[in-house]
């Protein structure tokens, strides 16, 4: 577990007795810091005591042995030297912790988790609810990031019971290209009223830390973010639901919506758009009377659009576009010959958005200007889940004062439209398998995709918390391609939190690109919270390098803190700081990054190359730290098929390597403790040692 490890289960509060010879004074502001005034032998025998909280929930402290790990270097042009009385810890030390005999000055608290939910909502449900919940923090061990999720179902006067749950499952919920490690659940909510709207209220309990810690759903208000999640109980409709078939050889004029599936499919309509608007005369105009339609899709139809005269009648529960269930995906076509506007806009308070779900059919994209399309003041919320579609070549992002999420999606023929956008957000791309042809993809929550010739990565708000990018791979990348990069747009400002978490990316491309990017390369940002555990990239030399918290930009200084770097295999790693920006004559010292620079968070890495200045400090580490392999080597993939290097030319890779590590791999068996559950294939990582890399 290595020196500062974790004790492994929670203890009442300790205290343990120094050492007489133990000559260490207090645990500075910036709480990586141990101000211990030497000569002599390091301190021996320090526990720290940490607040935190188990898997039921319960406020505990753990104990962990405190153990200093580096004496800490002195800035330019000093840098041969190391301070007399500072040594580098290899975690952050809060303020809600202490140490027996010492003064802990730390100011710091711990770090909100980082989490989204994963599940498609705005569903009819009948007497229990399933959730999924993906969780991250920096102090994520024991295979698991955080130490419990909590879930309760509640319509604001009922409430169900707290749901705690402390284990992690590959889910099978949506057809993701790379398993997706999940805490979820079925949640019994028979206890509510039936017939009405409740939402889903989560929070996600970190290792250590105190209430403030904790990531509450009712303290978000972003939608696309870890808000709450709406859902209408109704037994009889989630049993018996209004149904619409529609199909070519239909007319709107004589369709009908009934809840028996024989009467409906006799008379079907001809367009999505026409069954649409029937509803207000065949189901009712009170609100809610449309919650949970399902419009069955029997062969090739067109979307078309209804009446926007009219307002239709949807409280929560989204319309569902559904293939006929005698009529297989590839047959159940949508074409989107229109924009639709569908008026969902008559909802209970609080709940803001129209919503539609495209379930287990194909679409096919038309122009650009066929666009879902939501109100002023009340977006409409499309939902793709486990649907194919053909861009057919068109540049179409579907938005037009709409959001969109996606929850299995195979994509063909793309042109564009993954891309962040003014005419509505990206709110999830989980389990998205496309070719992007040298587009950008949204950077928002990007979970178990499988992209191929991505142009790069675009964001909304990189200031806000909760970015994901985790189990997705990434292959058949162009020259200069970062496919993972995580910045500001302006100077000073603040990033938002984090997860980089157990992606692959192959770089086949014969030039020098960066593979991994955060807050790199004179870009904006201060890195406020963030984990990036257990990626391959997979490259040669200076291509495929990682590019970490950066502090060399000639006129702003950026600061960074809790950063986890653990588990990660890469060619290169670089970071820069003061030393470089001292020799390029900068007049403030950029010292910013000092914490990663001395290994604070960092654990089990492996470099096969050394850094770009071949390993002088100006580049990379002052100490790496436990486990870490700096150019060790040749990592031993079972099937490198990645860019080559001889002398200093680059040559282009073939594409399709298998990047599992073989049985003698130097980069196996370097991380102490697992800090997730699974690796990519969704194989259990196990509780011993850890290779680096996505793999076990």
């Known amino acids: 577990m290595g020196a500062f490890g974790f004790a492994g289960r929670a203890r009442h509060r300790r205290h343990f007795a120094l050492s007489r010879n133990a000559r260490f004074d207090h645990i500075l502001r910036d709480g990586w810091r141990l101000r211990w005034p030497g000569p002599g032998p390091l301190p021996t025998g320090a526990i720290a005591e940490r607040a935190g909280f188990d898997g039921s929930g319960n406020a505990v402290q753990y104990s962990e042995p405190l153990s200093p790990a580096v004496s800490v270097r002195e800035p330019w042009p000093d840098e041969a030297n190391v301070s007399l009385t500072d040594r580098a810890l290899e975690k952050y030390l809060y303020t809600s912790d202490s140490v027996s005999g010492l003064t802990n000055g730390s100011t710091l608290a711990s770090p909100r988790p980082i989490a989204a939910w994963l599940m498609p909502s705005h569903l009819v449900v009948g007497d229990s609810v399933r959730w999924e919940i993906a969780a991250f923090h920096k102090d994520g061990r024991m295979g698991r990031q955080v130490a419990c999720v909590r879930v309760r179902a509640t319509d604001g006067t009922n409430a169900t019971a707290w749901q705690h749950v402390a284990s992690t499952h590959v889910s099978a919920m949506c057809e993701d290209a790379h398993p997706v490690e999940v805490y979820g659940a079925s949640l019994d909510v028979s206890a509510l009223p039936d017939g009405a709207a409740f939402w889903l209220e989560g929070e996600v309990l970190p290792w250590l830390g105190t209430q403030g810690a904790i990531l509450r759903s009712e303290e978000i208000s972003s939608r696309r973010g870890f808000s709450r999640r709406w859902f209408r109980r109704d037994t009889a409709r989630d049993a018996a639901p209004p149904l619409a078939y529609v199909a070519s050889t239909g007319h709107d004029g004589t369709g009908v919506i009934s809840s028996a599936a024989a009467t409906a499919s006799a008379s079907p309509f001809l367009t999505v758009g026409g069954a649409i608007d029937a509803a207000r005369s065949q189901v009712g105009t009170t609100r809610g009377a449309i919650d949970g339609l399902r419009i069955r899709i029997l062969d090739t139809v067109n979307l078309d659009s209804p009446n926007v005269s009219f307002v239709n009648s949807q409280d929560v529960a989204a319309v569902v576009i559904e293939r006929a269930p005698a009529t297989s995906r590839s047959n159940a076509i949508v074409t989107t010959n229109k924009p639709l506007r569908p008026q969902f806009t008559d909802h209970s308070s609080g709940i803001g958005d129209g919503a539609l779900i495209f379930r287990d059919v194909t679409l096919r994209i038309g122009a650009a200007s066929h666009t879902m399309k939501g109100e002023p003041g009340s977006n409409l919320f499309v939902q793709f889940w486990n649907t194919d579609i053909d861009y057919q070549s068109n540049s179409n992002n579907f938005r037009s004062s709409s959001d969109i999420a996606f929850f299995g999606m195979t994509a063909i023929n793309c042109a564009g439209g993954l891309s962040a956008s003014s005419s509505g957000k990206i709110r999830m791309l989980r ?78 491309a014969p030039v020098s690109a960066t593979g991994l990017r955060l807050s790199a390369d004179q870009a904006f940002g201060n890195v406020t919270h963030a984990v990036v555990v257990h990626n391959t990239v997979a490259g040669a030399s200076g291509n ?109 890779g073939t594409g399709g390597g298998d990047y599992r590590l073989q049985a003698g791999s130097p980069a196996r068996g370097i991380l102490a403790e697992p800090v997730l559950g699974f690796d990519l294939a969704g194989d259990a990582r196990g509780a011993g040692a850890q290779s680096a890399g996505c793999y076990v």
């Not at 970015?467 to 000073?492: K, W």
């Open 544 to 652: 495929g390098r990682f590019n970490l918290a950066y502090d060399e930009h000639p006129t702003v200084a950026r600061q960074h803190r809790f950063i986890s770097f653990k588990g990660n295999l890469g060619p290169q790693f670089n970071t820069k700081g003061d030393i470089f920006s001292g020799s390029q004559g900068y007049p403030e010292l950029r010292t910013g990054n000092l914490a990663f620079h001395h290994g604070v968070g960092c654990a089990g890495n492996y470099s096969e190359n050394a850094n770009a200045s071949g390993d002088a400090l100006s580049y990379g580490f002052a100490y790496p730290g436990p486990g870490t392999i700096i150019a060790g080597g040749d990592a031993l993939f079972v099937d490198r098929q990645s860019v080559s290097i001889s002398g200093e030319t680059f040559t282009a």
């Open 431 to 508: 389990g998205v398998s496309a070719n992007l042809a040298g587009t950008n993809y949204t950077g928002w929550n990007v979970i178990g995709c499988a992209l191929s010739s991505v142009g790069g990565v675009s964001y909304d708000d990189p200031t806000q918390d909760g970015h994901i990018l985790c189990n997705n791979e990434f292959r058949g990348l162009g020259a200069d391609v970062v496919p993972i990069s995580f910045f500001a747009a302006n100077p000073g400002d603040d990033l938002g939190s984090v997860a980089i978490v157990q992606n692959l990316v192959e770089m086949t």
